[in-house]
C-alpha cells in the first residue's frame, strides 16, 4: 500500500525558516518524481515544486522560486522541502504527491497524496 | 503561466442527477489535464488523467473528454459520496496549474 506522511510543519515568524519532510512506503520511490502541493485556507490547490526521480530536473513555482528548495534522499525514501524567508502568503496546508507516471519528467498528474502539514507564516 | 478556469463555481444537484464540469484553458493543453475530487478533511484523489483515462478504482460513472483548451467532467448519476469539490490540472508546462474548482452540493 502506497504511503505519504508529510510532517515538519508549524507556527513560524514571517521571514523565518521550515523544513518540511515526507517519508514515503509501498513503492519504488526512485522511480516516480515527487512534488509539493499547497492549500492555503478555503483556497484552491497550488504546485509548489517538483523533482525527477534523480533530483537532476527541479522545478518551482514563481512564488517560492528563490526561496524554497526541493531534494530527495533515494535511500531513504523522503522528499523536502526547505522553506526560507517565509511570507505570512505561505500559510497553507503542504501535501507532497507522488507523479503517476515514471520517468525523468516532473509534470503530474498525482495519483497519490499525503496527509498534509499545516505551515502557519505569522507574527 | 497556463490559466485554468473552472466553471461554474457551484453545482447544486440532487443524487442520481447527471453532473457537468468545465475547464477551459488560456491556451492549448493537448490531452494533457487531470481531474481531482477533494472532500473536507481530506487530500485530493485523482479521478481522471490525460483527459478521459480514469485513474485505479474510480468508478465508470466519472468520465472526462475534451482537449486542447476545452474539457469536461461528467458524473453520470451522483452518488451521495460524490458531493465534493473536483478541480482539474494541466501538465503540459512549467509551472503546473490548478483550476479554482468546481464545488457539488447537494440541492
Known amino acids: 500500500e502506497v504511503q505519504l506522511v508529510d510532517s515538519g510543519g508549524g507556527l513560524v515568524q514571517p521571514g523565518r525558516s521550515l523544513r518540511l519532510s515526507c517519508a514515503a512506503s509501498?513503492?519504488?520511490?526512485?522511480?516516480?518524481?515527487m512534488h509539493w502541493v499547497r492549500q492555503a485556507p478555503g483556497k484552491g490547490l497550488e504546485w509548489v515544486s517538483g523533482?525527477?526521480?534523480?533530483?537532476?530536473?527541479?522545478g518551482y513555482a514563481d512564488s517560492v522560486k528563490g526561496r524554497f528548495t526541493i531534494s530527495r534522499d533515494n535511500a531513504r525514501n523522503s522528499l523536502y522541502l526547505q522553506m526560507n524567508s517565509l511570507k505570512t502568503e505561505d500559510t497553507a496546508l503542504y501535501y507532497c504527491?507522488?507523479?503517476?507516471?515514471?520517468?525523468?519528467?516532473?509534470?503530474?498528474?498525482?495519483?497519490?497524496w499525503g496527509q498534509g502539514t499545516l505551515v502557519t507564516v505569522s507574527s | 503561466e497556463i490559466v485554468l478556469t473552472q466553471s461554474p463555481a457551484t453545482l447544486s444537484l440532487s443524487p442520481g442527477e447527471r453532473a457537468t464540469l468545465s475547464c477551459r484553458a488560456s491556451?492549448?493543453?493537448?490531452?494533457?489535464l487531470a481531474w481531482y475530487q477533494q472532500k473536507p478533511g481530506q487530500a485530493p484523489r485523482l479521478l481522471i488523467y490525460?483527459?478521459?483515462n480514469r485513474a485505479t478504482g474510480i468508478p465508470a460513472r466519472f468520465s472526462g473528454s475534451g482537449s486542447g483548451t476545452d474539457f469536461t467532467l461528467t458524473i453520470s448519476s451522483l452518488e451521495p459520496e460524490d458531493f465534493a469539490v473536483y478541480s482539474c490540472?494541466?501538465?503540459?508546462?512549467?509551472?503546473?496549474?490548478f483550476g479554482g474548482g468546481t464545488k457539488v452540493e447537494i440541492k
Open positions: 504527491a507522488k507523479d503517476y507516471y515514471s520517468g525523468s519528467g516532473i509534470y503530474g498528474p498525482f495519483d497519490y
Open positions: 509501498g513503492f519504488t520511490f526512485d522511480d516516480y518524481a
Open positions: 523533482i525527477s526521480w534523480n533530483s537532476g530536473t527541479i
Open positions: 491556451q492549448s493543453i493537448s490531452s494533457y
Open positions: 490525460d483527459a478521459s
Open positions: 490540472q494541466q501538465r503540459t508546462n512549467w509551472p503546473l496549474t
